[in-house]
């Protein structure tokens, strides 16, 4: 059982190197959705592995045995193994609680604002000109979907990088990405190996809005002038939208313009890149229930439900 238990803890370290080997061979949209996929099941099973962790550090108390009503001593490892793991499973689970609830209520205040700053500036459709000397631009989620541009970006682009701008912020609302960071900021506080899995997602959500822009003006190379062009602009500019609100000029910028200005080319080993996320999903899954299973067993027997 202890080693069932310890697998779902390992496997987010081997994530990140796979999620950025997703990226250069899967196509951009392809490895956004399976990377951010794994990444979600693998925060979860971690998390249900440190919660059977603490739940049978409990159980060695006898407050919460009796509360469990325990008839019969739990079959577990050395209490001088499980004691001290419990301790750390419920320290990293406070931590991680902690850490998410403060990101949510940060995100949340900063969502308000930029809903709020987009209601106040003039409409054209879904898009949103503020009056603002900070260059910037970004899609904002929500009922509906807004494009938010700021006059000094504006300013910084000519009229086809501005079409081209555009529809790069509107790939972004029809492709939903922001629920792949929002479930990447998710999973970054379950796990720390999962932190360096959210700027691959996040380049992953760039990189399809960059070529689905390319695909809707019809020119890569003008597609990359304008992120490049953006993001020159933007350089100085601290800009206050929330985490999950993708911009153009986020994200290694260089990488961008040089994928879209390089002739595209068919993915390699796509099917053995795919197999391996889906089987690092499938065994932290399989392990943390397995586990799961065996911890809930091992209770009835301790309850006198059932026979060893």
Known sequence: MTALLLLPLLL??????????????????????SVTGCAVLLAGCSTVTLGVFALLGLLKLP?????????????????????????????????GGWTLVRSALDQARAFRAARAEAGRAPAAGDLRVVDSP??????????????VVTTAM????????????????RAHNAGGHHYALAAAELAAHCHPALRRVRATIRLAAERAADEAAAASVGDRRLTARAIARAALAGQAARSARPGFAPGAATGPVPQR???????????????????????CAALSCTASLTAAADVHHRVEVAQGDETP
């Open 134 to 147: 900070r260059p910037d631009a970004y899609a904002l989620p929500g009922r509906p979907h807004r494009v």
């Open 63 to 95: 407050l919460f045995a009796a509360l469990g009503e325990l008839v019969h001593p739990l079959r577990t490892a050395s209490d001088a193994v499980v004691v001290p793991a419990a301790l750390a499973s419920a320290g990293a689970l406070a931590l």
């Open 257 to 279: 313009v040089q994928a879209l200005l390089a002739a595209p080319r068919a993915a390699r080993a796509h099917r053995v890149i795919a197999l391996l996320l889906a089987a």
């Open 12 to 33: 987010p370290c081997v994530l990140p190197p796979l999620a950025r080997r997703a990226l250069d061979r899967l196509p951009p949209v392809a490895a956004l959705w």
């Open 154 to 169: 504006l300013r910084s682009l000519d009229g086809p990088e501005r079409e081209a701008l555009l529809a790069h912020e």
